[in-house]
């Protein structure tokens, strides 16, 4: 069954649309770079993409720079490395509270644990707190790419390296990216390398490396099973010292003998090394020939590129004028990411109005963008770590809980939202999902979440205050969907809500008007702001449980 | 068809059924199944329902509500809008006040004993202000005070007190209020969250704003909007039962059409034969801001309030013939509210400017008709400053209905709206004083948090239900400020007591609220003194 037929046939008792439906317009639009209107409308749909959701301030900063500086800063972050994660945890270590663990080897299973979600707090944090740029975005990209499962590498002090190496390589060259990733400890653990031996091979890293990290499985022809065997022994002998963390080379481990592929791969022959560089040796010879199938490399990661910021249907129309020059630049670029990415992110196509809106927020977006974008106050994670990690641990939790736990993946090929044919991100929600979607948002706003004394809720108002003209009902509302929305609300709609919620019924804009001049004048009278807080706060959690506000 | 059969004939066993039937898959069940008879039985007649119908903008309840024995001083204080003496619609037996001439149907009802008109309903130092003053009617708060939940809402939290975990269930598969609309409003706002449900149309979900359905256009974000709302609508909780109610009733008696307020109390009628146990209805419609053109300049029975007054008599009036030949009058009640009043002496553009106490209908078979309370006194030679001053309390109105028609007790009613209110006699419900029902609903649902005792003098203990994790439970006032924290820290699931040792602080009401991941549950609690 094509997919075609296979979405009618799923869906067509649920939905009763007609085939027709699914039958949606495409673009033609291609590389070319965008020359339309550059308004809030283009930089919130670029930066919902790129970034953790468009703050108000975010905006403004970026509204004076031209389309082509936007994408360039946010594809070159100039700030260092975060500092890492903290111990926040009450179990006994030789850790100080408030200090760093990341440097110490190894320890017992249940600190190993409390680790592993201090870890998981953290990147929380990173993504809350991210600069104006695309890095927090694409190391979560790259997680999904070479997944890893935290309760499998176990050890916290390996998950850390290994997110920190996909973070420091975030923007820069792929294939050696791959090659770092191939020996990395977190990634020796998770796929078995550190068990692959000349005595006795496993496959594991082998296969996949292939499948799903460089060439994937739908080439045709492909590589054989013979070579993935082959793979697997051209991989031997690297061993991690548990003690420090560290990879090392074991020669006697090493499979010395030659290695011959199949002719996918022009019968390339891998000759046997042996001493100390062994490995090394033979690992560049084997990206060597991986990369050298130059096509089915650039364009199964140029696709897995454009599913993840664009959409996921890719049409001929698509694939002629997007994804095929795209993975042109990242040849000639010898597997640079940023030329794809700047290519890609100033193109007509992608500023597209039929490639607007698209995207469904995955689990950790809706977490993060609600506190992003409402520019939730959070404890200080300097003074105040303790509180902050709380905090963290709330959002990864519900993030977790609408089927997305960030460093915990559901296997190796990362999740299915960005590979499951026919609904991909159409995974993210259902009918668990989707109400536990709207009670965390009904949650930020209406109770907040409140731990040791300290709460995390929206401020409507302070939300308010960063619109261009909060006091017209109007300019309010619109302003208001150009941060939460991608899509449009019809005139009808918003002038049922404008009169439903701000105006308490009536038809006059003023008395809005006045409600908020009146509480510009006097904040501190609690009746001016309690009018126009409960006004706000129901607008606001009313707009993030319509359908639209999942969508970005 | 009855409810009964309209199910069991929709569903088969062994048929998926791609929805919920009250929040549980049905499709495990056969209708043999008493699980499932439970969420099909009947329901019984002794379930009370009231209707709130708000009017939207400050109705001029003198010109609705007409002295006649002060006829002079009206009319001198209002020569431009007045109604003519001769055209006021009189009321058998009461011949010192009458109503508006397009209120014929409302006229009939008085004098079948099926309309309580309550003169000069306010509250001290009123506010002027649209906004301030509809947050004032919705949240029951003092003048000065500001609350930022509903009294409906807080009534409702306090009869399901569990609610909305572990609901909808057996004893209560309905909505606990519905709201006719897009957005609910504050009144339905309980202390934690929203206590009922919008809707626009019980037999199409689709309609998410006020009719208005956004286009889901051929394109990419189309396609996924599409398919996020059809999610939406299968997850929409209580959908199902409310189709189900609405396809019980195929045949209504006539509404007047060009009446939005009809047509709202069309859908609730529908909705109450249909089997719904929800016990409180909201609608509302707007245009009462009669600040300019209220009247003709050359005749004053019609115009823009002339035709307010006629959508809301026909309304209701068209209403309770139908709820009376649906056979259900008995188990309604509705009353009307509007922000304020108007100001005694007109202005110059024929309108009348924001003013205060204004009267209330409250009308059902169930009613005690009549008019309670006298006319308003109306000083000779009003001026612009003369306002209504108010006789009962709006919080009298909601404390009887909630005493004589809900049967609730005193002390939860001092609970509800934070202190006690003249008792008013408004409705007639038999079922008042007999007990047993309520355990079952104040039981329904999943119990996290209880107190006990309550009321309490000083302390009270409190005993809490995690399934683990951080769980935090404190207390908090009427205002929603948390002032005193019990517990907050990471617990194993299970079952857990605390005391609360309220010294120090002033009698009244406080909310018990536990907070356990994104779940939450509020428990009101009332200290008095010992």
Redesign the interface.
């Given at each position: 069954m094509d997919r075609r037929a296979f979405l009618t046939a799923k869906h067509s008792s649920l939905t009763r649309q007609p085939e027709s439906a699914f039958h949606t317009a495409r673009t033609t639009s291609g590389l070319t770079p965008y020359s339309g209107p550059w308004t809030a409308e283009e930089i919130v749909h670029l930066l919902k993409r790129t970034m953790f959701g468009a703050k108000p301030d975010d905006v403004t900063y970026f509204l004076s720079k031209s389309m082509s500086q936007v994408v360039d800063e946010l594809l070159n972050p100039v700030a260092a490395m975060p500092s890492p994660p903290v111990k926040d945890y009450s179990e006994t270590d030789t850790i100080a509270a408030g200090a760093t663990w990341v440097n110490d080897y190894p320890a017992d299973n249940s600190t190993e644990q409390v680790r592993r979600n201090s870890f998981k707090k953290w990147s929380i944090g990173l993504m809350i707190n991210q600069d104006r740029n695309i890095r927090e975005k694409m190391t979560l990209f790259w997680h999904n790419h070479f997944a890893t499962e935290a309760v499998t590498i176990d050890n916290a002090q390996l998950l850390y390296k290994h997110h920190a190496l996909l973070r420091s390589n975030a923007l820069g060259n792929f294939k050696a990216l791959v090659k770092a990733v191939t020996i990395d400890p977190g990634m020796l653990v998770y796929l078995n390398g550190y068990l692959n031996t000349n005595t006795a091979a496993d496959e594991n890293y082998a296969r996949e490396l292939q499948e799903l990290f460089t060439l994937g499985k739908e080439n045709n022809p492909n590589y054989t099973e013979d070579d993935v065997k082959t793979v697997a022994k051209v991989l031997t002998g690297w061993r991690i010292d548990f003690t420090t963390g560290i990879t090392n080379f074991t020669p006697a481990k090493h499979d010395s003998s030659t290695k011959q592929f199949s002719s996918f791969y022009n019968n390339t022959a891998i000759a046997g090394q042996s001493g100390a560089t062994a490995g090394d040796v033979e690992l560049d010879a084997l990206l060597n020939m991986i990369f050298s199938k130059q096509v089915e490399v650039s364009q199964f990661i140029i696709k897995k590129l454009y599913r993840w910021f664009c959409y996921y249907t890719i049409d001929a129309t698509a694939q002629a004028n997007v994804i095929d020059p795209l993975a042109q630049i990242f040849r000639n670029s010898n597997w640079d990411i940023k030329p794809v990415l700047s290519a890609l992110f100033k193109s007509e196509h992608f500023f597209d109005a039929l490639n607007r809106g698209c995207v469904i927020k995955s689990p950790v977006e809706i977490a993060v963008k609600a506190c992003r974008e409402f520019s939730i106050v959070f404890p200080d994670a300097t003074t105040d770590y303790a509180d902050a990690y709380n905090m963290w641990d709330f959002i990864h939790f519900q993030a977790a809980i609408f089927n997305q736990d960030y460093a915990d993946p559901p296997s190796v090929s990362g999740w299915p939202s960005y590979y499951q044919k026919p609904m991909f991100y159409e995974l993210w929600i259902n009918s668990d999902t989707l109400p536990k979607r709207e009670q965390f948002t009904d949650t930020l706003i209406v109770s907040g979440y409140t731990r040791n004394g300290k709460t995390i809720k929206i401020d409507p108002i302070a939300f308010a205050k960063k619109l261009s003209n909060p006091g017209d009902p109007n300019i309010l509302i619109n302003d208001s969907l150009t941060i939460l929305y991608r899509v449009p609300l019809s005139d009808a709609s918003k002038n049922t809500i404008k009169t439903s919620i701000l105006l308490s019924g009536q038809t006059s804009d003023y008395y809005w008007t006045n409600a908020w001049n009146a509480y510009l004048a006097n904040p501190t009278d609690s009746m001016n702001y309690q009018t126009v807080y409960t006004r706000l706060r129901d607008l606001y959690k009313y707009l993030m449980n319509l359908a639209e506000y999942q969508l970005a | 068809m009855k409810r009964r059969d309209f199910l069991r004939n929709s569903i088969p066993a062994a048929t998926v059924l791609?929805a919920?039937i009250g929040g549980f898959s049905v499709k495990a069940y056969s209708a043999d199944n008493p699980f499932l008879q439970s969420l099909m039985r009947a329901t019984m007649d002794t379930d009370k329902v009231l209707v709130i119908i708000?009017l939207?903008?400050g109705n001029d309840g003198l010109n609705m509500v007409i002295p006649i024995d002060t006829y002079g001083n009206y009319y001198n204080a209002r020569t431009n809008i007045a109604i003519p003496q001769n055209r006021i619609l009189t009321l058998n037996g009461y011949d010192k006040t009458g109503l508006h001439p397009s209120m014929t149907g409302l006229q009939t009802l008085y004098n079948e004993g099926k309309l309580s008109v309550i003169q000069a309903v306010g509250y001290p130092s009123p506010n002027f202000?649209?906004?301030?003053a509809?947050?004032i009617w919705m949240s029951a708060s003092d003048a000065?005070a500001?609350v930022?939940n509903g009294w409906a809402g807080r009534y409702l939290a306090t009869e399901f007190p569990n609610y909305p975990n572990g609901f909808p269930n057996s004893a209560m598969p309905d909505p606990l209020a519905i709201q006719i609309?897009?957005?609910s409003s504050?009144a339905l706002q309980g202390p934690?969250?929203p206590m009922g449900i919008s809707i626009t149309d019980p037999t199409n979900f689709y309609n998410?704003?006020?009719g208005?359905v956004?286009?889901t256009?051929?394109?990419?974000?189309?396609?996924?909007?599409?398919?996020?709302?059809?999610?939406?609508q299968?997850?929409k909780?209580y959908s199902s039962v409310i189709k189900a109610a609405a396809a019980n009733v195929t045949s209504q008696g006539n509404y007047p059409s060009g009446n939005d307020l009809a047509a709202q109390l069309k859908i609730v009628a529908r909705l109450v034969k249909g089997g719904l146990k929800t016990r409180i209805y909201m609608v509302?419609t707007?245009?009462f801001?009669t600040h300019s053109a209220q009247t003709t300049a050359t005749d004053t029975t019609v115009g823009n309030h002339a035709n307010l007054m006629l959508k809301v008599s026909d309304g209701i009036k068209a209403f309770m013939d139908d709820l009376k030949g649906l056979g259900v009058e008995d188990r309604v009640i509705g009353m009307t509210f509007s922000e304020f009043g108007r100001r005694i002496k007109s202005n110059s553009s024929t309108g009348t400017d924001h003013g205060a106490a204004a009267p209330m209908f409250v009308f059902g078979k169930n009613v005690r008709g009549g008019v309670v309370g006298t006319n308003p006194a109306i000083p000779s030679g009003a001026t612009v400053n003369d306002n209504i001053p108010f006789q009962y309390d709006f919080r009298s109105i909601y404390s009887s209905l909630l005493s004589q028609w809900f049967c609730v007790k005193d002390v939860d009613i001092q609970t509800i709206l934070f202190k006690n209110f003249q008792n008013i006699p408004l409705a007639i419900n038999n079922a008042c004083g007999t007990t047993g029902l309520e355990d079952v609903y104040r039981n329904a649902g999943d119990q996290l948090i209880v107190n006990y005792p309550n009321p309490f003098a000083e302390s009270t203990k409190l005993t809490f239900k995690t399934k683990g994790?951080?769980t935090?439970v404190?207390v908090m006032d009427t205002l929603g400020r948390?002032i005193r924290?019990l517990t907050?820290k990471v617990y194993t699931p299970g079952v857990y007591n605390l005391d609360f040792d309220s010294y120090g602080l002033p009698t009244g009401v406080y909310y018990a609220?536990l907070?356990n991941?994104?779940t939450?549950q509020v428990r009101p609690m009332l200290k008095v003194r010992p």
């Open positions: - | 791609p919920l708000q939207n903008g202000s649209h906004f301030r509809t947050d000065n500001e930022d609309g897009s957005i504050l934690s969250f998410l704003i006020d208005v956004d286009p256009p051929d394109t990419p974000w189309g396609k996924e909007l599409k398919y996020i709302r059809m999610i939406a299968l997850t909780q509302s707007g245009g801001d994790g951080h935090l404190h948390s924290t907050d609220r907070q991941g994104a939450q």
